[in-house]
DNA sequence: CCCTAAACGAGACGGTACGTCATGTCTTCGT
DNA sequence: ACGAAGACATGACGTACCGTCTCGTTTAGGG
């Protein structure tokens, strides 16, 4: 802890056998069966080299995922903002019912975040704000084009939005599918839109 | 689990003392710093005890949150759809950020249910599907006195309703106020309200 | 360590089941390569009962050795102070040849009892000090029996008799043989024999 | 050890500075807790150069104690055996005592030696044998001015003159002091003299 | 006097064992 | 006879060193 280990000297090899093993193992026993001894013999890395890095089991997953989950993070802008949140609403569905990003996706957000204060805060800045700024900024649009109105608090709709999806993920019930989210959007657009 | 221990013999006294014992400490150091060891050690009882009648130290909590919390289980039922949805949301917010029943109740929904199967189900039973249930029946009598529209989906609904709380649960962040919820009441009770 | 264990409740069968193996592990690889985790794994018992009861390899290896030489402890006396002398040395010597116990022995004596001053303090007491007071009570009913002069030093000739065994088993040389017990006995008692 | 490094090229300060750091971490905190990472850490030296020139942290600690006490190595010759051997005897003990030298030589002796048997080799050679060897020159030459008898067996001899030191050595005594060990060079003496 | 091969510091790496903790089961003893 | 006390096998924890292995950086010798 005192010294933080140089970056520079990291072994690309090693990171890579560790991500992947981490996600391979969630996959399979499921997260609370993944453990850093597990993770270690796996990827043939001894448990320092994963101290060395990490804090915790936690920290790799979280790395791992957003390692295999950052190529979608866009917010499509077609300038039809009712198809616009549809499809990303379905991305985000998606990833959580990806069986490779799904089981770990949940631990994190469910689990660690709220066991782990510190990791709580990495998950948040790595998987969260950004998305929840892109929504932002897609909202804001729409406002300035005159396809929402412009008073509405845009916390209140995120959680609009977003809300449904969380709720059923708690209580593990099926996610929304496509014409369930459709009706969302319309609910939800049918009070915020413009006349 | 061969000899299933006989109910009636059962020491009230040693019940009592695991169900405090079990949110006291849940409440001084957190839900994951709570172990069976911990609660036999501050109830004065055997391990084999707690084990005796409970699988894990979920069940325990979900004993003694369900203990501590069944009294404010009821659907208020004032004739205005507005106000009783308005309350009931209020008191759900209140059971997360109780000092005594918001920790033990977001480890149960968010952390035990995501895994341990089995305890998912019995949380689902005792602590959301009577609620449910209530809502149905509250928003059902809604419908039939033309308060709010008969086609519409109650499980849409619901989501929207709670999908809110749930969504800023998971996502740490602060649950809504009151003034929060009137809007949340407010916006969706705008789309299914009787024209 | 707050709570001493409760000797009653021991399980006598993981406790010979540890011994046995210790002994065993030190015969097979030497005393190097004994590690708590293989005499755990060697005795099918788990490393928190040895950690229980003992408070390092060389305790438990000790206490095997304890019991495995116990019954050679006496001296013996016959009336002939070298006859006896002879025999006792032969023993000694025996005890540090053995199979069984040599090598133990000589981990305790030369290696353990130099690295850690708690186990050395043992291992005086349990394998030293009884011997050493046979010794000088032998040694005194000698010179009662005027067979010794009696203002003879018998620290320094206790010195004398063992000093040849000890320093041999310091340099790794042979131990002395019979023959070469005989002689020590022999220029050793000539300068301390009545005239 | 494929590459046999270049002794040319060596660089003395860094084999000082090992040396050095070694006894001194020896002194300070005893041979049990020294570590080869200890000893490059004080000496600003990497692990790898320590590795590359020594096979052990014994065998640095033997270099360094060969170092530092070669200058006591010769047996007086006097004329007077007994005076010679008490000289001797005492520089012997003063080796054992001394604050620098002592414990890396007892840990040599008692431990490695019996732990590490290529290492026990070089003890032998480069502390051991060329002191017997002097001894026995000194004994031939005592024998040859008549004032021991000829056909005493020196082996015997060598351990009854050294046999006491390195018994209370094992046993953790107080080594002889001065006239401890003038009784021992009397009594021994007074068996192989000229009559 | 530079050039180059080496030895060097730094320290990451795969390992082994450490000593501790909590789990869930089993045993003993006191009441 | 019950039940608290707690010993037990299991298995993961996070740490300390081991001895090996790159990395760039001195540094010393032979051309």
Known sequence: MVNPPNEQRRNEKSRRAILDASLELCTEKGYAAVTVEGIAARAGV????????????????????????????????????????????????RLFEDPRSGRPLRALLLIESHQDPGLAGQIRELLVDSRIATFNQRMRRAQDEGQIVADVDLDVVLDQFYGPIYHRLVLNMDLPDHDYLGKIVDYVLAGITQG
């Open 46 to 93: 001894s448990k320092k080299t994963i101290y060395r890095w990490w804090q915790s089991k936690g920290a790799v997953i979280l790395e791992a995922v957003v390692d295999a989950a950052d190529a979608s993070t866009d917010f499509p802008d077609t300038g039809d903002i009712a198809a616009d949140l549809h499809a990303q609403l379905t991305q985000v569905v």
